[in-house]
């Protein structure tokens, strides 16, 4: 049986998971994982996607990912591939470096990148590394802690914390503080994050090295189209009634209805009755 086709679509935010062959090491010195942020700097100014976050541990690393002009297979294939070389030359070894095909899990609602990005920067702590997560300096927790926005696009979470960036940092260090249980079954052992039964994605049954759109586009999906920036999008999502933001709505009111959602689930996703959505109509 042939492998199925993933699901892409340009905007669409994946958790990568990566894992040695055998679970064998393949960042058995700094310089290695040194050697694969570098590259993955130099993909970004290639390929023109988001980094929303990563950790790299000795025999694996989990990256989040946003697709924006090319698809996540070609960005993975020429990651993976040129580490791959360069682990094998200095290690003068020959064959696989990693276990397989990448796992890439879809992350439908933007509202679980939260508890993503703390359960993969926790990952080091789950698994004795260290204590905290600020000990751990392979992972994009010092992007985000230090404000440092020109590796990760740290501001795309951050907003989601607070529109102001000093209060965004106080609340992220808070929540990275946070324990949870382990949420592997949730963030690793599925194949979307945060599906409901409002929304639903079709696979894409074309060629893997293109991007489509889904068949039922996401509210949030639909909302990003319709704002100019994602300022507007979240003061929406937050419920704000500044006049200016009125077209912005009506837009995306206008989108949702014609995918078939229903003033209900419209209104709820940005905290609006439906008797405010019928007068936008």
């Keep these: 049986m042939g492998r199925k ?19 064998e090491t393949i960042f058995p010195r700094d310089r290695d994982k040194g050697f694969f942020l570098e590259e993955l700097k130099s993909l970004k100014k290639v390929y023109n996607f988001r980094l929303l976050g990563h950790v790299l541990l000795n025999n694996h690393y989990h990256l ?3 697709t924006l002009d090319e698809p996540l297979q070609k960005i993975m294939h020429r990651l993976n591939s040129t580490f791959a070389r360069y682990f094998n030359f200095f290690q003068e070894r020959s064959g696989h470096v990693f276990q397989g095909r990448y796992k890439a899990i879809l992350v439908l609602e933007d509202r679980y990148l939260f508890a993503l990005l703390r359960y993969i920067h926790q990952n080091p702590v789950r698994a004795g590394i260290c204590d905290s997560v600020d000990k751990y300096p392979w992972s994009s927790d010092e992007s985000y802690r230090q404000n440092k926005d020109d590796f990760v696009d740290i501001q795309i979470i951050l907003d989601m914390f607070n529109s102001h960036r000093k209060k965004a940092l106080h609340k992220y260090s808070l929540f990275m503080a946070e324990k949870e249980l382990d949420l592997s079954k949730e963030f690793e052992e599925v194949q979307l994050i945060g599906e ?3 929304q639903t994605v079709v696979q894409n049954n074309k060629a ?3 991007l489509s759109s889904p068949k039922r586009k996401g509210l949030d999906y639909i909302l990003k189209e319709a704002v100019p920036s994602l300022e507007e999008f979240q003061l929406i999502k937050e419920g704000s009634r500044s006049r200016k933001l009125t077209p912005y709505k009506k837009e995306y ?5 014609s995918e078939r959602y ?15 959505i019928l007068k936008m109509l």
């Design 5 to 23: 086709p993933r699901i892409e679509y340009q905007g669409a935010i994946f958790h990568v998971i990566q894992r040695g062959n055998n679970k």
């Design 253 to 257: 009111v206008r989108q949702a209805r």
């Design 262 to 276: 229903t003033l209900e689930e419209i209104g709820n996703n940005i905290s609006l009755s439906q008797v405010a």
């Design 196 to 198: 409901t039964k409002h």
């Design 64 to 66: 989040i990912i946003q």
């Design 208 to 210: 893997e090295d293109g």
